[in-house]
Every structure is written in C-alpha cells, then in structure tokens.
C-alpha cells in the first residue's frame, strides 16, 4: 500500500500497488523512493493497454483500482493530480516545495530510454508513449496473471523482436511452455539479482538468453525418465505428474528448434527474413523500423544462438552453424500476373485438287 495525498480538503488514502514488480529494490533505479507506485502503474498501463495517451494511462490505471462511484468521491483534483505526475515522471522534473528550499526531483522516463514518444502532436498532452525494448525487459519482472501476460508479450512484439519470437511460439505450443522456459527462468535470475538496470541494459542479453539455455539443457537431461515404469502408487504420483510436465516441455522443445533461425553468418538479409516473418504487413514493418531500438536484432540473436547450441549439444550432436529446417517463403505481394501470350498461326488454305479452299 501506498499513501496518495489528495489535498487539503480531503483526507489522505493508502493505494495498493496493482502491478508489483520483483526486481530487487535498487537493481533498476526508476523503481526506487516514494514514487515508485506511480512509475510501476505508468510503464504498466503502456504495456497492457499499447501506445496511449497520459490521459488514457491515467483512466486505465485509476478504473483497475477504483470504482467509478469511489472515483467521484475523490475530488475533482484527483484524476488531473495523476496525469500531473505521470507527465512528471515522463519529462522530468524539480518541483519546488513550499517553505524549505527543498526540490523533488523526477527521473525522466523518456530520457533514461524506459519510453519513448511515437506520435507528437501540437498539444503535449495528446502525445501518444509506448516502451522501448529496456521498458519492455524491466516489465518482465511484473507479476502478471494469465490473461494480462498475453497482452504484455503481443504488444511489446510490436516493436521487439524478441517478443514476437515469443508471441509466435505462444501461438504453435502454449503460453505455459513459453512461461516455464523463458519467462520462469528470467524471474530466478531476476530474484538473484543477476539482471540489472544501474549499468547499460545490453549487459543483461547474454544473461536473459543464457537462462533459457539452461532450462532447455534440463529438460533434455531429464528426458531419460521413462513415465510408465514408476510403481503406480499413491507417494509416486507427484514424480509421474512431474515427469509427464517434462516429457510435455521435451515434444515442444522440437518446435521450438523448427521456429529458432539462428545462422552464425547473420548479416542483414538474415535480418531482413526475421523482420519480414515476424511483421508480414507493411503497417507493422514500418511500425517496428520508426520504434524498435538499434540493439533489438543483437538481442535476438544472441537468444536463438544459445537456444541453437544448446538444443544440439545437449544431444551430443554437432552443431549446425545455421538452422535446418526450410525458412518459411516470402509473404506474396499482391503483384498483376502477366497474361501469357497465345500462339496465333496464320490462315491456312486447302488445296482440292483444283482449287484453293480456307
């Protein structure tokens, strides 16, 4: 809970934090101090809701919370209150306190790279923000229930390849197998303090990809269990059940490899191929080249390399220097199909005998 200072006609309330975070406190600097609620609400709100406007992250945040009849009974300053802080915390800010020549000082969101502005208008207020790829990995340590995890992986695919690779394989297996084999193992790590924001955030690639190589290397090294041996009784049922969620993740494994393009020869063709699969139409593409950051394509390679590696080597088995499997085609642009020319003979005359005929 959090204390909310409505004003001076009103007494003050405790806000419960709706989306908590398990980051470590500290290990990402925006997320520190008594304004931590209002930054964890806004960069939440701008993943489960898209790009939005101040206005539509504040309604967002304050109906999740609040009915609308509690809404009313806050003041007529309450909602105008919040997007006066969120627009701090975007811009930055040193707001002068009264009497004591103190200042608070806000962190700007834009500034430290956690959210960039995708559409300015005249007015400021009607600027539409959406998070950049370092926005989109402190989100992964939110504590999101089924339904709103969905929604965070779609909309940050958006702009993120590395989240599209993920919402694809949501789509050809489960979100259950993209939970327990990326984002479980980047919340331990998260939990261990090992992924942090006080330093440059590309450090944290190599750690996100290496996690999920290490639980690929689990499922395969317990895939020797063989279910249907086990006594059936009653103290074994825990071990079978585990043993079946094991076997589960070990036939996904193999889409996941068949949807993994790595290619130890990248260039920018490779590039162009993940782009042009991922974002098939020419709205998303062009979506994802204005918004996505440079180190995006960095990052998703160094996630399907150690994935790659790891799923053949832990067979034993020699590492292709690129995937196997045949890249999917082209999408077919809508092109005029040339008519094919016919053959056309000449008029041909008969003769009789006598005559000439047609």
Same mark, same amino acid.
């Given at each position: 809970?959090?204390r909310?200072?409505?004003?001076?006609?009103? $007494?003050a309330?405790?806000?419960?934090?709706?989306?908590?975070n398990? *980051?470590?406190?500290?290990?990402?600097?925006?997320?520190?101090?008594?304004?931590?609620?209002?930054?964890?609400?806004?960069?939440s709100?701008?993943?489960l809701?898209g790009?939005?406007?101040?206005?539509?992250?504040?309604? *967002? /945040?304050?109906?999740?919370? !609040?009915s609308?009849g509690?809404?009313?009974?806050?003041?007529?300053?309450?909602v105008?209150?919040?997007?006066a802080y969120?627009?701090y915390?975007?811009?930055?800010?040193?707001?002068?306190?009264k009497g004591?020549?103190k200042t608070?000082?806000?962190?700007?969101? @834009?500034?430290?790279n !956690?959210?960039?502005i995708?559409? #300015?208008?005249?007015?400021?207020?009607d600027w539409?923000? +959406?998070?950049?790829?370092?926005?989109?990995?402190?989100?992964l340590?939110?504590?999101?229930n089924?339904n709103?995890?969905?929604? #965070?992986?779609?909309?940050?695919?958006t702009?993120?390849?590395?989240?599209? +690779?993920l919402?694809?394989? %949501?789509?050809k297996?489960?979100?259950?197998f993209?939970?327990?084999? +990326?984002?479980?193992?980047?919340?331990?790590m998260?939990?261990?303090n090992r992924?942090r924001?006080?330093?440059?955030?590309?450090?944290?690639?190599?750690?996100?990809?290496?996690?999920?190589?290490l639980?690929i290397?689990?499922?395969?090294?317990?895939?020797?269990?063989? /279910? !249907?041996?086990?006594?059936p009784?009653?103290?074994? !049922?825990?071990?079978?059940?585990?043993?079946k969620?094991e +076997?589960? @993740?070990?036939?996904?494994?193999?889409?996941?490899?068949?949807?993994?393009? *790595?290619d130890?020869q990248a260039?920018?063709?490779?590039e162009?191929?993940?782009?042009?699969l991922?974002?098939?139409?020419?709205?998303?593409?062009?979506?994802?080249?204005?918004?996505?950051?440079?180190?995006?394509k960095?990052?998703?390679?160094?996630?399907?390399?150690e994935?790659?590696v790891?799923?053949?080597?832990?067979y034993?088995?020699? /590492?292709?220097?690129?995937y196997t499997?045949?890249f $999917?085609?082209?999408?077919k642009?809508?092109r005029?199909?040339?008519?094919?020319?016919?053959?056309?003979? $000449?008029?041909?005359?008969?003769?009789?005998?006598?005559? *000439? %005929?047609?």
């Open positions: 809970m959090v909310i200072t409505l004003g001076t006609k009103y $007494p309330i405790n806000e419960a934090i709706k989306w908590d398990e *980051f470590p406190y500290g290990t990402v600097p925006v997320f520190v101090g008594k304004k931590r609620k209002h930054v964890l609400d806004l960069i709100a701008l993943e809701c790009a939005s406007t101040k206005s539509e992250m504040v309604n *967002f /945040v304050l109906e999740s919370i !609040y609308k509690q809404l009313n009974d806050m003041g007529k300053r309450f105008p209150n919040r997007r969120y627009h915390h975007l811009n930055g800010i040193q707001e002068k306190t004591k020549k608070k000082e806000y962190d700007s969101l @834009l500034e430290k !956690y959210v960039k995708i559409k #300015f208008t005249k007015k400021n207020v539409v923000y +959406f998070p950049t790829l370092m926005g989109h990995l402190v989100s340590g939110y504590t999101y089924y709103e995890t969905l929604a #965070f992986i779609k909309n940050a695919s702009n993120s390849l590395y989240f599209a +690779f919402n694809d394989l %949501i789509k297996t489960s979100l259950e993209v939970k327990e084999l +990326f984002l479980k193992p980047i919340k331990k998260i939990k261990q992924i924001f006080d330093d440059d955030y590309t450090l944290n690639f190599d750690i996100i990809a290496s996690a999920t190589a639980k290397h689990e499922i395969i090294q317990k895939s020797n269990i063989d /279910v !249907y041996s086990m006594a009784e009653a103290d074994n !049922y825990p071990k079978i059940k585990q043993a969620i +076997f589960s @993740l070990l036939k996904q494994l193999d889409t996941l490899i068949e949807n993994t393009w *790595f130890l260039n920018s063709k490779w162009e191929q993940l782009i042009e991922y974002y098939p139409t020419e709205e998303q593409r062009m979506f994802y080249s204005q918004h996505s950051d440079l180190s995006d960095h990052f998703i390679y160094k996630v399907m390399r994935i790659h790891n799923y053949y080597g832990s034993d088995m020699k /590492v292709p220097i690129k499997q045949k $999917p085609l082209p999408i642009r809508n005029e199909k040339k008519k094919k020319k016919s053959l056309v003979f $000449p008029e041909m005359k008969v003769w009789t005998g006598e005559e *000439f %005929i047609d």
